[in-house]
């Protein structure tokens, strides 16, 4: 494993960093870290084991790269240009674009230090363009988030932050069931309402078609045929 990768386990799952973060000072958002040979390098290894593999990207540079080497899925992709994510659709790699984690470090960029602050208020704006660029392109999108970026149970909100970015309640609702599962190669497991799969059921109190806030007030969550959270 090529060191600077920054590879991290993820159950079945790999995640590398490349390029920089927005909540670091020193390491740029738009610079690639990886050339395409470690990349290809690294991405070859992990398909032979069978393994999927993210990219932590908000640069377009190191996205595109990635995405050529074979990547399985972009995180975050702030700074996406329209050929890039012309390209993931054609390839089928997923974005994931964690937009919870925008609104929340654009809500609290006061409170970070000044180069962090303007880090954070460049990637907002260009992830709302990006988010409405690949919309209209058609790129798959898988929900997902940087939950500890935010405190812990915020994780809904993601859906209502697509909605309000253009996406429809039903086309917000379906990444995190059909979406997600495909993208992590389980969607014969769940991912859906089907005879066979794991029974993994949340309800909230409303129609989520009409207000898809609805989803951050959970009633019962069943995972796998077991209820884990009930509110009477």
């Known amino acids: 494993m090529v060191a600077s990768a920054r590879a991290r386990s993820l159950g079945a799952h790999l995640k590398f960093f490349d390029p920089g973060r927005v909540l670091s000072e020193s390491d740029p958002m738009d610079v690639p870290q990886l050339t395409p040979a470690e990349l290809a390098a690294i991405m070859g290894e992990a398909h032979a084991w069978g393994r999927k593999f993210a990219a932590h990207s908000h640069g377009d540079l190191a996205a595109k790269l990635a995405v050529e080497a074979g990547v399985d899925s972009i995180e975050h992709g702030s700074i996406l240009k329209p050929e890039t994510l012309q390209l993931m659709k054609k390839k089928g790699v997923y974005l994931v674009p964690t937009r919870m984690t925008q609104v929340w470090v654009v809500d609290m960029v ?123």
């Open 110 to 232: 006061d409170t970070y230090p000044t180069k962090i602050g303007a880090k954070a208020r460049a990637a907002g704006v260009a992830h709302t363009a990006m988010f409405a660029n690949a919309l209209k392109i058609g790129v798959p999108i898988a929900f997902g988030t940087d939950a500890a970026v935010y405190p812990h149970g915020y994780n809904a909100r993601e859906f209502g932050d697509y909605v309000d970015l253009g996406m429809t309640p039903a086309a917000a609702l379906m990444t995190s069931s059909q979406g997600s599962a495909k993208l992590l190669g389980i969607d014969a497991e769940t991912g859906t309402l089907e005879a066979g799969k794991f029974a993994d059921i949340v309800a909230v109190p409303g129609d989520v078609l009409k207000d898809i806030r609805a989803t951050e007030k959970p009633l019962l969550v069943v995972k796998q045929g077991a209820v884990v959270k009930r509110v009477d």
